[in-house]
């Protein structure tokens, strides 16, 4: 019943920045943003824990900062330096085991994030 909802997805020019933003109403454990291109595979960009641990994807190190504001249960991503291959469906992913559900992984509807000329 926990809904996470995703935002700040649209279409940049290469070296452009956006920011995603993902809000739910509880308080989340570990978060993480993946992403998906037509014909691949869904893959892992960045995450987050509870203690501010960070892991990226080796594609976008130095470009891409995942963050969170714990008072408004939302996990951000800032992407800065886009390129091409960054096009991709952004879902936020959140592991919330506070709701006492058999299943604490939730799933954002996803964001389109577009970088082309």
């Known amino acids: 019943q926990v809904q996470l909802v995703e935002s700040g997805g649209g279409m940049v020019q290469p070296g452009g920045s956006l920011r995603l933003s993902c809000a739910t109403s509880v308080s989340i454990a570990v978060a993480a943003w993946h992403r998906q291109a037509p014909g691949k595979e869904r893959e892992l960009v960045a995450a987050?824990?509870?203690?501010?641990?960070?892991n990226y994807a080796d594609s976008v190190k130095g470009r891409f900062t995942i963050s969170r504001d714990n008072a408004k249960n939302t996990v951000y991503l800032q992407m800065n330096r886009l390129k091409p291959e960054d096009t991709a469906v952004y879902y936020c992913?959140?592991?919330?085991?506070?709701?006492?559900?058999?299943?604490?992984?939730?799933w954002g509807q996803g964001t389109q994030v577009t970088v082309s000329s």
């Open positions: 992913y959140a592991y919330i085991p506070s709701t006492g559900y058999a299943s604490a992984d939730y």
């Open positions: 987050i824990t509870s203690g501010d641990r960070t």
